[in-house]
């Protein structure tokens, strides 16, 4: 995971809403990332729910794969069609 926030582009919840900012990755959040030749692509998957603490849910990676994979796919970030991610992490 490190270095991989910095290049966080898009922050999504698992409710499928893209209204969301860097300020909102915390704990039980996955980074899902893909190697570009410029520079790499970081989708951040956050829970769309809270515990009663305030905290939000955390996320399962394959979960966070799929809605960041149809997410790029679905604003035609993928050239070719959509390709598996090079990195997975856990925040």
Do not use: K, N
């Amino acid at each position: 995971m490190d270095g991989m926030i910095e290049y966080v582009q898009y922050v999504l919840d698992t409710a499928l809403s893209p209204d969301h900012s860097a300020d909102d990755i915390g704990p039980g959040a996955v980074l899902v990332g893909w190697e570009t030749e410029s520079e790499p692509m970081v989708v951040a998957v956050i829970g769309a729910t809270m515990d009663t603490q305030g905290r939000r849910d955390s996320v399962e990676e394959d979960e966070a794969i799929e809605i960041a994979t149809d997410y790029l796919d679905e604003i035609g970030w993928f050239s070719d069609g959509p390709t598996d991610p090079g990195h997975v992490a856990r925040v």
